[in-house]
């Protein structure tokens, strides 16, 4: 009945893979399809036993105790049984730990991971590796240590995959360097099978009516949000605002946690961890403190070992076609400026080369939909409500490759039918009617995520500019940049670092037409931190916030609005045209 009898599988030598890195190479994977079919009743079951026994040793984590002897005997010392040395290991990574609001409650999820590893017959290993919060470091030098620490966790997390071995693994994070960081992760460890939960969204806060300010760029002014900080802070500074009003303001704009609750970096990178099929469908950006968070997490321990077990690896998921439908995603939600550098790193782990003008390029002609601050009027965790990623994915999937293998063992098109059939917008669109239900007037899905024939815009929400000043060129995000400020000519006020220029604009020295440059700043200048402040104190300025461009080899918070230009290349430090 088989190509090969029983005897061929139980030569090993067969199985075991010559790359390091690889526990399943392309005759184990004809061995579990065969398994497949043995499991469902084809052979008696003292077969199936031998079976099992040989797909023990497929596994790299089997192989290597045989090489190391002490590799038993330390993990029971750890409380491991001798049932489960010969399970499937399973690496559990999380950046779990009181550094910011993004990571302080992974531990429930990794709780969840684990008990679903281990349910579903494997053996599941804790990590840890915690990352620092970009809003934390701002307005000193902590902030250089941002983009610098997404590479060390990526180093650390490879060391301690690889020094003990694992067969797959759950990667679990909320922020702006972390998820890029365990994608990258992903990438380096591609030939195992793999997972990503993220930490969801914090929740906004609901003003009392004293406190409701007026702020043209946004109309839906009573729900606070982080991103807003950076303004109040101007404003208590320059004397509009009271101290105590900018106190209010700061003791409440966290009240949960999650990543903020914007359209930044760090909920820009949850949504590009689905859209690049390594998620649960639909589970990406969901308000931290929703209890179906912790079922995801769950599920996706459940998942992962059906990877395993069909020999599902990461590579056999992410694909040039993954990035490209996650590029799509990124125009229509108007995302972070920063995925530029983050999504091409990844990619660069899985082997495959994409560039900013890959985001140019197909940028231009996609319909940008999402109706979430900055660019837009309401929280980010109203993403989820409206129906999160599928229902962006739904609208665009014209322009997606819906034959991409995703985590689910199906393609994404397979997952959109899927999710059209099993309930999932329906208990959204319950959720959304009861988180808006004592709003003055009714809210619909379409208001916070429009569809493909009523978009925002249709050219995408982020453009690579290059030319005099930026030869290798720049990034803006023209969807939060005032239209009048889209062809101007303005005065060059140069500063030599990021303090000079904020002291000047707080101090009144910048005026309506000026062009701050803002130089050294850039990854050779000081490790490329966010020009966050210096850009919220612009725009928090009526006089300046439309007549003032911020142009910088520095980068931007994904909650950056305005004129705002960044990633200027090359950079002044290494001698580019701003010197």
């Known amino acids: 009945m088989y190509p090969m009898k029983l005897g061929e599988v139980l030569d090993v030598s067969q199985i075991f893979c010559t790359n390091s890195r690889t526990y399943l190479g392309q005759l184990a994977k004809r061995h579990l399809r065969i398994y497949n079919k043995i499991t469902k009743g084809l052979m008696?079951?003292?077969?199936?036993?031998?079976?099992l026994e040989v797909m023990i040793m497929e596994l790299r984590s089997q192989e290597v105790r045989t090489l190391a002897p002490e590799n038993d005997p330390l993990k029971m010392g750890m409380g491991w049984k001798v049932d489960d040395l010969s399970k499937p290991q399973i690496l559990v990574e999380s950046t779990f730990g009181d550094s910011h609001p993004g990571s302080a409650h992974l531990d429930q999820f990794v709780k969840e991971a684990v008990q679903a590893v281990n349910t579903h017959g494997g053996k599941a290993a804790r990590y840890f590796a915690t990352d620092m919060c970009d809003g934390i470091a701002q307005g000193h030098d902590g902030i250089n240590y941002s983009l610098p620490h997404r590479d060390a966790i990526v180093n650390l997390v490879e060391a301690q995959a690889n020094a003990s071995v694992y067969d797959g693994g759950v990667f679990i994070a909320s922020c702006d360097k972390s998820v890029p960081a365990m994608l990258m992760s992903i990438g380096r460890l591609k030939d195992m099978s793999a997972i990503v939960v993220t930490g969801g969204v914090m929740e906004a806060h609901t003003l009392p009516k004293e406190y409701v300010v007026n702020?043209?760029?946004?109309?839906?002014?009573?729900l606070l949000t982080l991103e807003q900080i950076g303004k109040f802070d101007a404003w208590e500074k320059t004397g509009v605002i009271p101290n105590s009003q900018l106190d209010y303001y700061k003791h409440n704009a966290c009240p949960s946690c999650g990543a903020c609750s914007f359209m930044g970096t760090a909920s820009t990178m949850q949504i590009m961890a689905e859209a690049l099929g390594l998620m649960l469908p639909g589970t990406a950006l969901m308000p931290a403190t929703a209890p179906e968070l912790k079922q995801a997490a769950y599920d996706a321990g459940k998942q992962l070992m059906e990877l395993v077990k069909k020999g599902i690896t990461a590579k056999d998921i992410v694909t040039k076609k993954s990035f490209e439908n996650a590029i799509m995603v990124?125009?229509?939600i108007s995302g972070s400026t920063n995925a530029t550098m983050h999504l091409p790193a990844i990619a660069h782990e899985f082997g495959i080369?994409?560039?900013?003008?890959?985001f140019d390029r197909m940028h231009r002609g996609a319909h940008y939909l999402l109706n979430i601050r900055p660019s837009g009027d309401w929280p980010a965790q109203y993403f989820y409500y409206a129906g999160g990623v599928p229902r962006v994915m739904e609208e665009i999937k014209s322009m997606l490759h819906l034959d991409v293998m995703t985590v689910t063992g199906k393609t994404l098109g397979e997952n959109l039918e899927e999710l059209k059939k099993n309930g999932f917008y329906q208990h959204c669109d319950a959720i959304l009617a009861e988180k808006t239900a004592g709003f003055a007037r009714p809210v619909s899905r379409e208001d916070i995520i429009h569809s493909f024939d009523n978009a925002k815009g249709t050219d995408g929400s982020i453009a690579i500019l290059k030319g005099n000043l930026a030869p290798e060129g720049c990034v803006i995000k023209h969807t939060a940049c005032p239209k009048n400020m889209f062809e101007a000519t303005l005065r060059a006020k140069p500063y030599d670092s990021e303090e000079e220029c904020i002291s000047a604009v707080l101090h009144g020295e910048v005026k309506p037409g000026d062009a701050i440059f803002i130089r050294y700043e850039g990854p050779r200048g000081s490790g490329m931190p966010e020009m966050f402040y210096t850009g919220e104190a612009i725009c928090a300025d009526p006089?300046?916030?439309?007549?003032?461009?911020l142009i910088t080899d520095g980068r931007f918070s994904g909650a950056s609005r305005g004129p705002v230009i960044g990633h200027v290349s090359p950079e002044a430090a290494v001698g580019?045209?701003?010197?």
């Open 576 to 579: 580019g045209p701003t010197t």
């Open 353 to 358: 080369e994409i560039d900013a003008d890959t």
């Open 543 to 549: 006089k300046l916030a439309s007549s003032v461009a």
């Open 330 to 332: 990124h125009a229509a």
């Open 215 to 222: 702020d043209p760029a946004c109309a839906i002014n009573e």
């Open 44 to 51: 008696e079951k003292r077969t199936r036993e031998q079976y």
